[in-house]
Structure formats: C-alpha cells, structure tokens
C-alpha cells in the first residue's frame, strides 16, 4: 500500500468537486483491475468508501444507469446530504434493500463508465486503469468462468457501443499502469491542474 500513500494524500488536497466530496472515478475496460486498484486506493486513503457501478447498472441497462446515478447518489452529495441507492442483485435479477452513503472527504466511484460524460462535472479527478481491451475481457472471461460466457458476449458488445460514443480515456488525469508489485501513475491525455497534482515529474 505504500506505493499509493503519496497519492492518497494528493487526493486528498484536491478541492472538493460533489458537495463536500472530492469524488474520483476508476474507469477502464471489464476485467483491467478497477475493483481491486480502487479497493487498494481506498485502503491508503483510511477506507474511503467505493460505490461500485455493478450495483447500479441491471441485465437489461448495462450502461443506462446515469439518472439513476443521479437522483440516487450524486444530487445528495452535492447537497451534503447521506445518498440512499438500492444495489441490483445480479442472481435474483431485482434491487435489493437500500444503503447509505455519506459525504466523505475523499469517495471513489469504480466501473465501467465512471468518467463518463455525465459523470465529469461532479468529479475532482478521473484515473483510467491501462490495459488492452481484448486481454482485459480475456481475464474477465476467465475470472467469471463458462458459465457467464453469453452474458461477456453481450457486455463486449454493449462496452464497445458505449466507449465509442462516450470515451473516458481522452479526458482522463491519470492513467494506472499496473506493475509486478504496485502501480505507476502516468499523466493522462486530459491536460488539467488535477492531472499536473496528481503525477510529479518523476512519476510522468
């Protein structure tokens, strides 16, 4: 976790983008790593909380989530008032009870489309997880077993679809490359002061 310390305390210097909350997406392709790096990040930042866009996307919205998105989590944070969202329970295929998400100094959205254009106005800092398209998918594949192949035959397409009408890579501040042990942050494609106070020179 040391390798995300330095990061962690950057974050944190950011100025607040939701409300109270300096809100930080984790985008990148199925299966590139964004849970667990967010899951770590979070770690280094004294568990700040992580809203998993699993949990609002559905088998039949894969991608149509952004009002729900909206009216459930960032309007109330932006007010400075506790989000209450109900997460999708993919077995069952229905919304299970709700849960609260309170302001936090530092909060961490991860998913696929997490800087999407919708997202961006709420957001202080947007990190793409690198990896190739193809591998990633593969690795998801593999993760989720055969069992889940038709259902990866429909997100590829579906991703595909939404990357190419509403790419977050081009307005991202940081791109993570994952290494043996650890990250390296890379300055992203999207020229901003967050991106120039989240990688050093030495880091870029």
């Known amino acids: 976790m040391n390798d995300l310390a330095d990061h962690a305390r950057r974050l944190r210097s950011l100025p607040p983008s939701c409300g109270p909350v300096r809100l930080i997406a984790v985008d990148g392709h199925a299966g590139s790593g964004k849970s667990t790096f967010a899951g770590r990040l979070a770690a280094a930042l004294g568990d700040a909380p992580v809203l998993h866009l699993d949990d609002l996307a559905t088998h039949e919205e894969l991608f149509a989530w952004t009002d729900r998105l909206m009216e459930q989590v960032l309007e ?3 007010r400075g008032e506790t989000a209450y969202y109900a997460p999708y329970d993919w077995t069952a ?3 299970g009870p709700p849960r609260t998400l ?7 959205i991860e998913g696929v489309g997490a800087g999407r254009t919708a997202m961006r106005p709420f ?3 947007l990190l793409w997880i690198e990896g190739d398209r193809e591998a990633s998918w593969e690795r998801g594949r593999d993760r989720d077993g055969p069992g ?5 035959d429909g997100w590829t397409a579906a991703e595909r679809r939404h990357f190419a009408e509403d790419p977050s890579l081009p307005f991202a501040d940081a791109v993570i490359r994952r290494m043996r042990t650890g990250y390296r942050w890379l300055k ?3 020229p901003t002061a967050v991106a120039s106070h989240l990688i050093t020179e030495s880091e870029g």
Request: glycine share 8%; no cysteine; aromatic share 12%.
């Open 93 to 95: 295929r229905r919304f």
């Open 188 to 190: 992203g494609p999207h």
């Open 102 to 108: 309170d302001p936090a100094p530092v909060m961490l």
């Open 148 to 152: 889940l192949s038709e259902f990866w």
């Open 123 to 125: 957001l202080a800092g």
């Open 76 to 78: 109330p944070l932006a």
